[in-house]
């Protein structure tokens, strides 16, 4: 088979402001731009019916986060190709997809038709969900949107409007503490340069437009759980995936070199009290 190449224009990264709006009209343009990329290189370790929590690899069948979704309305926000959503729906929850790229939406319906487990997905933004209020039973993220959207207030106020009492909010993202450090998979990725409190977004401007083109936002351990707080939302677990010892993938800045000697992804799992 033909390898596939992929081109990338040139950027520049550095660190400055960036609003909701413009971090949406970036990020939605890049992962259109990415989509295909990603889903070439990653899609087979990620599996078409699989939900793998981070680059450790971590399931949800070994840590059972999201507890049973059997009969479950369950919500998966940033749901790229509709990998995790696909494997709710396989365990006979009611899996829905959220996603802002098209061209990641266009992939999960090329898995659906590949796979016959069908994802109902919708195109949308995570500060504006398009359901009615009460409407899940689980809502979460594996490494989705929550990291490129700017109103994390609005973020949370949504996921709480369209939980149930009761219900469960889950979600991984890039482990705090890793913002200190450069994204290098080398030896350089674990010497800190710069402050773990500093939340100024990462942003990538494209060279030849001067158009921003990536947005990544920085939040502490704090900043989520005061999040979780604000919106009526309790913290009942907390998990850091460790490095299998035999896991040699490299992907971005996650590595062997950095896996063992310091967290790459953090989970935190809440429930919406009534």
């Known amino acids: 088979m033909e390898q596939q190449v992929f081109v990338h224009p040139p950027v520049s990264a550095e660190r400055r402001p960036a ?3 413009e971090s949406r009209r970036a990020n939605q343009a890049d992962w259109d731009r990415y989509a295909d990329e990603y ?5 087979a370790f990620l599996g078409d019916v ?3 929590w981070g680059p450790e690899g971590t399931t949800e069948a070994e840590l059972g986060i999201l507890g049973d979704v059997r009969d479950r309305d369950v919500l998966e926000i940033g749901s790229g190709a509709g990998q995790c959503s696909r494997w709710v729906s396989d365990q006979g929850g ?27 997905s919708v195109c949308g933004t995570a500060t504006a969900l398009p359901f009615a209020d009460a409407s899940f039973d689980i809502v979460f993220s594996s490494f989705g949107a929550l990291q490129f959207v700017a109103d994390g207030e609005v973020l949370l106020s949504e996921v709480a409007r369209v939980l149930r009492p009761g219900g469960r909010f889950a979600f991984s993202v890039t482990h705090p503490t890793r913002w200190m450090f ?9 010497v800190a340069s710069q402050s773990y409190w500093d939340r100024t977004p990462y942003v990538e401007v494209n060279d030849a437009t001067d158009e921003v083109s990536y947005v990544e936002h920085h939040r502490t351990i704090e ?3 005061d999040l979780l707080r604000g919106v009526n939302m309790a913290l009942i677990r907390f998990v850091e995936p460790e490095w299998p010892a035999d896991h040699d993938r490299v992907w971005g800045g996650w590595s062997r070199t950095r896996g063992l000697l310091t967290p790459g992804t953090a989970i935190f799992v809440a429930t919406l009290l009534g």
């Not at 889903?39 to 899609?43: E, L």
């Not at 450069?182 to 674990?190: A, C, K, M, S, V």
């Open 19 to 21: 609003d909701e709006a």
């Open 39 to 43: 889903q070439a290189t990653h899609g």
């Open 50 to 52: 699989g939900f793998v």
């Open 94 to 120: 009611r899996g829905i997809g959220l996603d802002l790229s098209f061209r990641q939406l266009q992939h999960s319906r090329r898995i659906d038709e590949a796979t016959g487990v069908a994802v109902p």
């Open 182 to 190: 450069p994204d290098d998979p080398g030896e350089p990725g674990l």
């Open 223 to 225: 900043d989520w759980v």
